[in-house]
């Protein structure tokens, strides 16, 4: 279950499918950004044993996809390449608190919000492609990208309190709302043409108990909404 606090417009799918050579290539990087994510934490925390096989396994499943998209890339004769990268992350992290463990538990939860992100308009592009083969390659990335966020959420509730964690995740989901829809229309996984905020009714709540399986990624989440 996703905890976005908006939902994206139909105008990002139509952009995202009139680009798919740009999105293609750009998420590929992201796919190699999460796992340099996932090991960024793991040396910056090496004393937070219980953060280091689950990030190790989720980097390595990150590092998996990576190799798939760059394998459909060349599938369309497509090169890897570098791509200006959007000011979202920068943007979403600079709301995070400057000391720990709140800081920890921020960069968790920022993590947890872009792998929602990318769930959420995975599934779209998933159910708008035309090409089966692609849309099933998209169908099996975005139930990845849903546990993946579930993982994020579940080790923040290992450093503070679930009620907590609750809390901040719904204040940073309203912040990646809002830097969401301050982006220009870009084709990217993580550029503009998000939505109106959500009513807080519409949005998931509560947070399901977890359980964190050490070096073990899959079967961590539930269905992406
Ligand atoms: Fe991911």
Redesign the pocket.
Same mark, same amino acid.
């Given at each position: 279950m996703l905890r976005l606090a908006s939902r994206t417009a139909p105008a990002w799918t139509a952009l995202a499918l009139a680009h798919l050579d740009e999105i293609l290539l750009d998420h590929a990087h992201c %796919?190699k950004k $999460?796992a340099g994510a996932a090991l960024t934490l793991l040396f910056q925390y090496p004393d937070r044993a219980e953060l280091q096989a689950p990030l190790a396994a989720l980097a390595r499943e990150?590092l998996a *996809?990576f190799e798939a998209v760059l394998a459909e890339l060349a599938k369309r004769g497509l090169v890897f390449r570098r791509q200006r990268a959007s000011a979202y992350a920068g943007r979403l992290r600079s709301a995070s608190a400057a000391r720990e463990p709140a800081r920890l538990v921020d960069a968790l939860l920022c993590a947890a919000l872009i %792998?929602a992100r990318?769930c959420e308009r995975l599934g779209l592009l998933a159910d708008a492609l035309a090409e089966p083969a692609l849309a099933a390659f998209y169908r099996a990335l975005h139930a $990845? %990208?849903a546990r *993946?966020h579930a993982l994020y959420v579940e080790l923040a509730c290992q450093v503070a309190p679930q009620a907590e964690v609750v809390a901040r995740l719904a204040e940073l989901a309203v912040h990646e709302a809002r830097v969401l829809a301050e982006l220009p229309a870009l084709p990217r996984l993580h550029a503009g043409a998000g939505g109106a905020l959500l009513h807080v009714a519409e949005r998931a709540e509560p947070l399901e108990q977890h359980r964190v399986v050490h070096g073990r990624v899959g079967g961590l989440g539930g269905e992406p909404r």
């Open positions: %796919e $999460a990150e *996809h %792998e990318s $990845a %990208e *993946h």
